[in-house]
Each structure stands twice: as C-alpha cells, then as structure tokens.
C-alpha cells in the first residue's frame, strides 16, 4: 500500500499542472485587440526614407473625403456598408517614403506593389499602378475617420479605404504597416 501510494504521488508530481481555464459563466465574449492612437504604423519595404507614423502624423498630412458603399458578409449576413471616411492618400504616404524605382527600366513604378497589415496578420495588396494617379488612380485611404467619428473601436485607430472596391475585403482594419516591393520574379 505504501508502495503504491508512493508510486502515485511520484506519477502526480511528474504531470503538468493544468489549471482551469474555464472563463466565468458571467464573462463576456473577448474583443479582438484593436490599434490606438499611438499604436506606430511602419512605412518601410524597398524604400530610401522609411518611416514610422502614428494617428497624430496622419492627422498632420493633407486630407480628403471619400463616400464609399461596399459589401461585407455574405449569405443570409451579406450588408451593404455606405460611409464617408476621411484620410490621407495611400499614394502620397507611400511617395513619402521614396520606393527606389529604377528610371532606366520602362515604367518601373508598375511593377511594384504595397503589402499593407493589420493587428490581426490580415494582409492585403495593391499594385502601384492601381494607386498611381496616371494609372489607375483607385484613392485609396489611410483613414482615421468615419462619418465624422473616430473610427468605430473594432476598426482600431486607422484603416485603408479602397474606392471601387465592391466587397470590402482590402478595407484593412488596425493597419500596422505598409511595405513597398518592386515583383521581381
Ligand atoms: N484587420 C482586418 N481587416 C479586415 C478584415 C480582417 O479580418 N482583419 N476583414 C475584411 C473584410 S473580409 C471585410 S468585408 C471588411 C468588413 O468591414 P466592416 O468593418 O465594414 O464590417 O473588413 C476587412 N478588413
Ligand atoms: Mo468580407
């Protein structure tokens, strides 16, 4: 019997503990963690003057104004989305940053793309020539306002605004960095 117990309690002090990670029946379901104010948003990738932005240097940049109607959901759960979003061009922020474009390759600048992420590890991209004003001009926005509000909390501090977009997929929410690449492949 000694011998036994012994045995057990040698077996028990080997095992992990594991401790109850049951949430009380009282708590609510968990927010995602969003972006703040101060949360930095880096402006970097193949580029000669990166950069790290927060809330406040957007704020200080010139800005525009964009209505957009776009589709989130789908199914039974499919919602048409119709706001005005305020921010600062995705096209000036990332010139800002100076993409080292070859001027001896032909229209260099279209064979590159920007890499923009989120909080979250959601990531979408666009190519350059969607963004750029003599290509496909799109307006797209790094914006912090919506309908004359800080952004709703589940959007965090700022997020991209992609005029023409019908579903709202590349509407990135609590954008953390944008990285400009030339395809070399
Ligand atoms: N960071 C992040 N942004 C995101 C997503 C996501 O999962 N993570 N989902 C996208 C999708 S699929 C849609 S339809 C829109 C929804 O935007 P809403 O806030 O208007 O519902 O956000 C987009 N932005
Ligand atoms: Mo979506």
Redesign the pocket.
Known sequence: MKRISFALSALLMAAPVVQAQTAPATAATTAAPTTTASTPILIGGLVNAPRSITLADLKAMPSREVKVT????SGASL?T?THTFKGVLLFDLLSAAKPRFNAAAKNDPIRWFVRAS???N?VAVFGWGELDPEFGNKGVLVAYEQDGQPL?E???AV?LVVPGDG?????????ISLQVFRADY
């Open positions: 776009y589709t989130s959901g919602k989305n989120a909080l979250d959601y709703p589940k959007s965090g997020q579903k709202g997929g590349r509407y990135v929410s609590n954008l």
